[in-house]
T-cell receptor
């Protein structure tokens, strides 16, 4: 039973355009929603997070949107750069800091 | 500030052999996690420690996997005996008390032949 779903395994975007990565979740009790970025042969690195009491959080080129009624989370990257090419995981926290991950979306930004 | 340290980076073993992984979390982080990431999937939590006590090991296959965190600092994860389906990246992470972010090490890539 997957509590966090990323339905797009891959996404290809042109450099300079917007990348939109999506994530759906099932449990309205989650505390925080996070995005992690992973390069090959490295561990995931934290990118941006949003509390369950907010609907938007912005950090430079990265913005995360939370739609609680739809149980949907999205990450917008504007403008996209070739260095953004990586696997992006959405994750949720609950019950004392446990982190549940989605399956990941591989983003490819083409020059 | 030093990050989460893991060793070894890579390990190749034959099925039914045993293997151990080591993790040293960020200094001052009381919570430590071990995750398993199978190719094409997201990381899956195996065990969570708070200092040297186990908070959650519900997903740990206890017939073959064991983990300890003596003295509440570094930790080891052991598999004995290994199966082919244990081939994965094993990630260690730590978290500061009250924070929502986990900090991950580079992982150990295990291949079971």
């Amino acid at each position: 039973d997957q509590q966090v779903k990323q339905n797009s395994p891959s996404l290809s975007v042109q450099e300079g355009r917007i990348s939109i990565l999506n994530c759906d979740y099932t449990n309205s009790m989650f505390d925080y929603f996070l995005w992690y970025k992973k390069y090959p042969a490295e561990g995931p690195t934290f990118l941006i997070s949003i509390s369950s009491i907010k609907d938007k959080n912005e950090d430079g080129r990265f913005t995360v949107f939370l739609n609680k009624s739809a149980k949907h989370l999205s990450l917008h990257i504007v403008p996209s750069q070739p260095g953004d090419s990586a696997v992006y995981f959405c994750a949720v926290t609950y019950q004392g800091g446990k982190l549940i991950f989605g399956q990941g979306t591989e983003l490819s930004v083409k020059p | 500030e030093a990050g989460v340290a893991q060793s070894p980076r890579y390990k190749i073993i034959e099925k039914r052999q045993s293997v151990a992984f080591w993790c040293n979390p960020i200094s001052g982080h009381a919570t430590l996690y071990w995750y398993q990431q199978i190719l094409g999937q997201g990381p899956k939590l195996l065990i969570q420690f708070q200092n040297n006590g186990v908070v959650d090991d519900s997903q740990l296959p206890k017939d073959r996997f064991s983990a300890e965190r003596l003295k509440g600092v570094d930790s080891t994860l052991k598999i004995q005996p290994a199966k082919l389906e244990d081939s994965a990246v094993y990630l260690c992470a730590s978290r500061f008390q009250g924070g929502e972010k986990l900090f991950f090490g580079s992982g150990t890539q295990l291949s079971v032949l």
